[in-house]
């Protein structure tokens, strides 16, 4: 079974960056896409990225478009998430997620697999 254990989180102010990195033991990610998403107190889980690993397609929402990048590395078996230009809007917990059938989706549902998470602060 995948196991996804993500990294990288901590407090950082407005305006900085920090790379979040989701590890994949278990099995490979060859076959999969991975997606991130987070998630704020009270607010719902949002879809941040996905990318899939047999094209390395992306997909981004209009809210973090242009600031977050979503790569491969196929080396560690990871999937990074590089965040710049953050703002406290940015602040959530961080989860990345599996999915072992499709190429990439904002879907929560099409996921199988997440990690515990990890959590981001952004001070104003």
């Known amino acids: 079974q995948v196991q996804l254990v993500e990294s990288g989180g901590g407090l950082v102010q407005a305006g900085g960056f920090l790379r979040l990195s989701c590890a994949a033991s278990g099995r490979t990610f060859k076959s999969y896409a991975v997606g991130w998403f987070r998630q704020a107190p009270g607010k719902e889980r949002e879809f941040v990225a996905a990318?899939?690993?047999?094209?390395?397609?992306?997909y981004y929402p209009d809210s973090v478009k242009g600031r977050f990048t979503i790569s491969l590395d196929n080396a560690k078996n990871a999937v990074s998430l590089q965040m710049n230009s953050l703002t406290p809007d940015d602040a959530a917990t961080y989860y990345c997620?599996?999915?072992?059938w499709g190429s990439g989706s904002s879907e929560i549902e099409s996921y199988e697999i997440w990690g515990q998470g990890t959590q981001v602060t952004v001070s104003s």
């Open positions: 997620a599996a999915d072992l």
């Open positions: 990318i899939s690993w047999s094209d390395s397609r992306t």
